[in-house]
């Protein structure tokens, strides 16, 4: 009987510990995703930037060199994306105000869209050794 007591006192301390680990409050902060931190963005010296304004992507085509960064800054009411059209990069939600930049490490051409208007011209990141 006593190991029985034991067992029962043993399984009830560790679901207390169980319960007071899932309740913990974080005052209601959810992380944000990578890449879509559009409150502190990390400081970033943009080599190009890339304004998206009236549903557009700038002048539509930018060109850097590897290594170099590009910023683009949402200058539009509505959210957007800097969506690459082969999945080498996204920014998530883009904010009104906000912004998002990407480091290019290797030489191409980086063709890339909005996800949520399907209607805005795709636009072009050349990467030129």
Do not use: E, R
């Not at 010296?45 to 557009?56: L, P, Y």
Request: hydrophobic share 35%.
């Amino acid at each position: 009987m006593k190991k029985y007591l034991l067992g029962i006192s043993f399984m009830i301390a560790v679901m207390i510990i169980a319960v007071a680990a899932c309740s913990k409050s974080d005052s209601g902060n959810t992380p944000t995703p990578p890449g879509n931190n559009q409150q502190n963005p990390p400081p970033t010296t943009a080599d190009a930037t890339v304004t998206i304004k009236d549903f557009a992507f700038g002048s539509g085509s930018v060109t850097i060199k590897p290594g170099q960064t590009v910023q683009w800054k949402n200058s539009d009411a509505t959210p957007h994306t800097v969506t690459d059209n082969n999945g080498g990069f996204d920014s998530g939600t883009i904010n009104a105000g906000g912004k998002f930049s990407h480091t290019f490490a290797t030489a191409g051409t980086y063709t890339y869209h909005c996800t949520f208007h399907s209607t805005m011209a795709t636009a072009t990141v050349i990467v030129a050794p």
